[in-house]
């Protein structure tokens, strides 16, 4: 069980990890906490947007949309490495998803196919969504991987996390496909390695 980390930890812990950080609005304040409890949180979870641009991709990770409002993340990680910090708080990132699969989170260990939406994960999981098409052509950058794998090393390193805590969202519910262009398993071992 762990506590969300503070904003000032969080900036800190990217910026140990090597993460180029960019600060957007008032970010330490936007948070949708008023729907629900934040925490104890338990792990990561990784994101594509289906979007291009990256002026653009920030501005709506921030202010969301009129069916969804922001944050939609803590972060969003753009094709050029940097982590645009978007949220602390609750995020409308994760929805709905498995509790087996949170459950496998906690232990650290391999991931049940996720087959029912009965568990919050807005309130357990940090999020982070990267800027990508998400139809499994648009490329991902090394700039940008690398920055997905320092930053939730980061907070892993932090909460003395494995690499078993960091999930993409096709593995908290049956009803998203992201991040798509990557495994998460071959991410899970740049993480890991990151660890040692």
């Known amino acids: ?16 990890e090597g993460v180029q950080v960019e600060e957007v609005r008032d970010w330490r304040n936007h948070n949708r906490n ?32 009129p069916e969804l409002p922001g944050p939609l993340s803590h972060g969003c990680i753009t094709k050029d ?9 609750r995020a409308n990132h994760a929805g709905s998803g498995d509790d087996d699969v949170l459950r496998a989170v906690i232990a650290e260990r391999a991931l049940p196919e996720p087959n029912q939406q009965n568990t919050d994960g ?4 940090y999020g982070f969504e990267c800027e990508n098409l998400g139809d499994g052509k ?3 950058p090394g700039e940008q991987l690398d920055a997905i794998e320092r930053a939730a090393a980061a907070l892993c390193r932090h ?4 690499a078993r805590s960091v999930i993409g969202h096709l593995e908290w ?14 991410m899970r071992e740049r993480i890991a390695e990151r660890l040692k």
């Open 159 to 162: 909460h003395g996390w494995g």
């Open 1 to 16: 069980m762990a506590t969300p980390i503070t904003a000032t930890a969080f900036v800190q812990a990217l910026k140990k």
């Open 122 to 125: 807005n309130r357990y999981f």
């Open 34 to 65: 008023q729907q629900g409890p934040w925490g104890p949180v338990h792990g990561i979870m990784i994101h594509h947007t289906v979007t291009s641009g990256s002026a653009e991709t920030v501005d709506l990770i921030y202010d969301g949309r």
């Open 81 to 89: 490495g940097t982590v645009h910090l978007t949220g602390h708080g």
């Open 173 to 186: 519910t049956d009803q998203k496909s992201d991040p798509r262009g990557f495994t998460m398993d071959a």
């Open 138 to 140: 648009d490329p991902w």
